[in-house]
Nanobody
Framework: QLVESGGGLVQAGGSLRLSCAAS????????MGWFRQAPGKEREFLAA????????VYSDSVKGRFTISRDNAKNTVYLQMNSLKPEDTAIYYC????????????????WGQGTQVTVSS
C-alpha cells in the first residue's frame, strides 16, 4: 500500500515536498517513482529511483526542479519540488515496481491514491 501526503496549494515559485509511505511489502526491493495527471491530460512520468537509491531518472519537464529520494529505513520516498509553476498543477501519484527503474506507467505494480498539488499564478 502506498499513501501520499504533502500536497496542497502553493504560489508559483514556491516549493512542496511530497511523501509516500509504503507498507505491506519489502520496500527496499522496489524501485519507486512519481507520476502526475492534470485534468484532460495523460498521465505523465516525473521521476523514479532505484531500490538502493543509486540511480534516478527524471522527465525533462521537471529535471533541475524536482528531486526524488528515499529512506528505506522509513519505507518512504520523497519528491522535493522547487520553482513550481502553474502547469505543475495536477494529482501526483506514488508508484512502485519490483525491479528496475522504468518510465512506463504500465510497468508499475502499485499506485497510491494520489495527492493534489495546485500552483497559483
Amino acid at each position: 500500500q502506498l499513501v501520499e501526503s504533502g500536497g496542497g496549494l502553493v504560489q508559483a515559485g514556491g516549493s512542496l515536498r511530497l511523501s509516500c509511505a509504503a507498507s505491506g511489502g519489502t520496500f527496499s526491493r522496489y524501485a519507486m517513482g512519481w507520476f502526475r495527471q492534470a485534468p484532460g491530460k495523460e498521465r505523465e512520468f516525473l521521476a523514479a529511483i532505484s531500490w538502493r537509491g543509486g540511480n534516478s531518472v527524471y522527465s525533462d519537464s521537471v529535471k533541475g526542479r524536482f528531486t526524488i529520494s528515499r529512506d528505506n529505513a522509513k519505507n518512504t520516498v520523497y519528491l522535493q519540488m522547487n520553482s513550481l509553476k502553474p502547469e505543475d498543477t495536477a494529482i501526483y501519484y506514488c508508484v512502485a515496481v519490483l525491479g528496475a527503474v522504468t518510465t512506463y506507467p504500465y510497468d508499475y505494480d502499485y499506485w497510491g491514491q494520489g495527492t493534489q498539488v495546485t500552483v497559483s499564478s
